[in-house]
């Protein structure tokens, strides 16, 4: 995964659709759902650390246009 748009839709098809319409709080959600279902170990550690460090980087770029 190399952008934002893979992990929505990787996360699509676990059924899971994020749009809340605030940016910040929808890549909050992604991390959050990523983690559950990392916990449930529905998707392996590569995908998951992947997805975390995409939308980590991608919060703090929101958080220092702000």
Do not use: H, W
């Not at 809340?20 to 992604?30: C, K, Q, S, V």
């Not at 279902?37 to 992947?50: F, G, P, R």
């Amino acid at each position: 995964m190399k952008t934002i748009y893979d992990i929505q839709q990787f996360l699509k098809k676990y059924g899971t659709i994020i749009y809340i319409g605030d940016r910040e709080a929808d890549l909050e959600l992604m991390a959050a759902e990523l983690k559950e279902l990392y916990d449930s170990q529905l998707i392996d550690v590569k995908d998951y650390q992947s997805s975390i460090l995409i939308l980590r980087t991608e919060i703090q770029n929101f958080k220092e246009k702000k």
